[in-house]
């Protein structure tokens, strides 16, 4: 299987990169993400969240994650013959064919573009193709899953912010969204949609899971789920290892379909990882044991990278 690429649609690692912990080329003795183990692993394809952190919001939320995307664009410019920026779907035909790592920006958090829709054309320019459409707190798109599943989903501004990503080729990510904000986006969006970093709440009844029914409707919507690495997503004793991950891509591909499911791992975004995946690098010991539960070399493909790539090529024009 070490032919196989990997799509990987979460990590948190710019936020080190600003912070100038770390410059995300070499391996530290802290991070679980970098561009040597990335590109050891085979990663093809990395979302890469730029995550406004809560102590910015609501005045200082489009200033920080300006920041944040000016420090990934350096980070890209300063690595360029190791990451390409993927904005376009020329960009996505590149995936997976070099060492060359595709990067593509998720800001985490709709508080940048604030009430503003002309916002997003301004980030979109800057070469932003994914929003998270809130964390877990309420902004004026919509309620984070921290408001509670029944506290109302998106605004008005909420869908028009829809249609204009919708326009764009923009993704919508909800994976911190409320249950009734996902369902709205469900019914209202034109475009398949991600929940980028994402598990089962069949297995693990964390708020921030997904039911049976969601991920049947995002299988319907030809949307994806990528697997959450997040111990306390996995399980609920908060004590998870490889297999609990996967134990959730089983289940997803179950209940909604191997075209469904992929990888999110929320590297650097969470505080500690399963056992035997502490950082990108372990990536080929997850496909292995993919492939020791059952799944053949095609699902195997689907999963590492061949529904990102069909689901990008979707979305983004």
């Not at 299987?1 to 995300?24: E, F, Q, V």
């Not at 309620?143 to 599943?149: I, Q, S």
């Not at 969204?177 to 709205?184: P, Q, S």
């Not at 970093?197 to 029914?213: E, F, M, P, Q, V």
């Amino acid at each position: 299987m070490a032919d196989l690429w990997i799509a990987d649609g979460h990590c948190d690692s710019i936020g080190d990169y600003l912070a100038r912990k770390r410059d995300l080329r070499e391996p530290s003795s802290f991070g679980h993400w970098d561009l040597t183990r990335a590109q050891d692993a085979r990663l093809g394809l990395q979302f890469l969240a730029l995550y406004i952190e809560s102590e910015y919001k609501p005045f200082q939320a489009a200033w920080r994650g300006l920041e944040l995307l000016q420090a990934a664009l350096e980070f890209i410019d300063k690595n360029h013959s190791d990451v390409f920026l993927v904005k376009s779907k020329n960009d996505i035909l590149k995936l997976g064919q070099s060492d060359a790592i595709g990067l593509l920006i998720n800001v985490e958090g709709g508080e940048i573009i604030g009430e503003s829709l002309f916002m997003l054309d301004l980030i979109f320019r800057l070469g932003v193709r994914s929003i998270g459409l809130t964390w877990n707190e309420r902004n004026a798109i919509a309620n984070g899953v921290g408001e509670g599943p029944d506290s109302g989903g998106l605004s008005q501004f909420g869908f028009k912010v829809i249609e204009k990503m919708n326009e764009l080729g923009m993704i919508i990510d909800v994976s911190h969204v409320n249950a009734a904000g996902f369902w709205d986006v469900i019914h209202h969006s034109r475009t398949p949609i991600i929940a980028s970093h994402s598990c089962a709440a069949a297995l693990c009844g964390h708020r921030r899971n997904l039911t049976d029914d969601q991920l049947r409707a995002l299988a319907a919507n030809k949307g994806l789920v990528g697997i959450n690495f997040c111990q306390d997503f996995l399980c609920d004793n908060g004590q998870a290892d490889i297999n609990d991950v996967v134990r959730h891509i089983c289940h997803i591909a179950e209940v909604a379909g191997v075209d469904s499911v992929g990888f999110g791992s929320d590297f650097d975004g969470i505080e500690s990882t399963p056992a035997r995946l502490e950082h990108v690098g372990k990536y080929p010991y997850l496909v292995e044991k993919l492939s020791r539960a059952g799944f053949n070399r095609s699902e195997l493909e689907k999963i590492c990278y061949s529904n990102y790539v069909r689901f990008l090529s979707a979305v983004i024009k």
